[in-house]
């Protein structure tokens, strides 16, 4: 697919919300008061979305739109977005380590009733800068270039992704291999799927390492990466879903349901107590005594 000319690290991501001006105080405070609900629904949600790098992996080696709207990443993304209060975003545009999503009937734009002629989408260009950073740990740039705000159709926002960040996530060691020159022990049809990812990403050029690639070999070789390994956020929706489309009642794929859960929250690492000092558990057991903070303030103070 043809590169839709996207200029990469080109703005830094997010900014100030614009004002809420020039409306009446009922519309101020309404925008206000759903403008905090989202920030909390990203607050709430964000930290249970961490990705693997082999659900990452699968993103960025696709190579056409419709490869990355079949990923379980991205569909967990989309989905995601749509939880929180994001609207129905969508991939519409892609080169790679470009890509460009398109939200209609945008909700963000809601939170600005007054406000015209302006991009207005900041909390849509940060969710997304932090999911890609945070969730994927893929260092990029993200901008709203379009805005129903602004007169445009639809909203629009561009995803550059740094090149470092994304070769250092993409790669495994069967990749790093085939750049070393070496043939990994794979098959024929996953060796030319590799070879022809990193022919995409310009690691390869006619079959041999390119200037890029050997400038990253050389870069990759001084750094000491390991690859963490858990399951995506989107295993136990997934593997629901199987169980519904495989059993023919309603109580059987029910039972099912209910012993893949309990088997995974029993999978659950199991969070050690804080260790509490000496100085902390007197402490805790004085205020359970006393009456007024300031009077815990003073005994604190008469016990130094």
Request: glycine share 8%; with cysteine; charged share 25%.
């Given at each position: 697919m043809a590169d839709p000319g996207l200029p990469p690290f080109m703005s830094a991501p997010g900014?100030?919300?614009?004002?809420?001006?020039?409306?009446?105080?009922?519309?101020?405070?309404?925008a206000f008061g759903a403008m905090l609900k989202l920030q909390q629904n990203i607050s709430d949600r964000?930290?249970?979305?961490?990705v693997p790098w082999s659900g990452t992996r699968e993103f960025l080696k696709a190579s056409?739109?419709?490869m990355i709207r079949s990923?379980?990443?991205?569909?967990?993304?989309?989905?995601?977005?749509r939880e929180i209060g994001l609207g129905n975003m969508q991939l519409i545009s892609y080169a790679p380590m470009h890509y460009i999503y398109a939200v209609p009937n945008n909700p963000v734009c809601n939170f600005y009733p007054a406000l015209n002629?302006?991009?207005?989408?900041?909390?849509?260009?940060?969710?997304?800068?932090?999911?890609?950073?945070?969730?994927?740990?893929?260092?990029?740039?993200?901008?709203?270039?379009?805005?129903?705000?602004?007169?445009?159709e639809v909203c629009k926002f561009k995803v550059d992704v740094q090149p470092i960040s994304a070769y250092q996530v993409m790669l495994d060691?069967?990749?790093?291999?085939?750049?070393?020159?070496?043939?990994?022990?794979?098959?024929?049809?996953d060796l030319r799927d590799r070879v022809r990812a990193l022919t995409v990403y310009k690691l390869l050029e006619n079959g041999r390492l390119s200037e890029i690639g050997n400038a990253y070999m050389q870069f990759a070789s001084s750094m000491k990466v390991e690859e963490k390994i858990f399951d995506p956020p989107w295993k136990l929706k997934e593997e629901l879903s199987s169980i519904a489309d495989t059993h023919s009642t309603f109580g059987g794929a029910f039972g099912a349901m209910a012993k893949t859960v309990q088997e995974q929250q029993s999978d659950?690492?199991?969070t050690p107590a804080p260790v509490v000092s000496e100085e902390t558990k007197q402490l805790q057991e004085e205020a359970k005594k006393t009456d007024s903070f300031a009077e815990l303030l003073a005994k604190m103070k008469k016990n130094q």
């Open positions: 900014g100030d919300a614009p004002p809420m001006s020039n409306g009446s105080f009922g519309q101020s405070m309404g964000f930290p249970k979305a961490k056409t739109i419709e990923t379980s990443l991205y569909r967990f993304h989309m989905d995601f977005f002629n302006q991009k207005v989408c900041v909390a849509t260009t940060d969710a997304l800068h932090r999911f890609f950073r945070e969730e994927l740990e893929l260092e990029c740039t993200v901008e709203e270039i379009e805005c129903i705000k602004n007169g445009n060691g069967y990749d790093k291999m085939i750049l070393s020159g070496v043939r990994p022990p794979v098959d024929e049809n659950k690492p199991v």
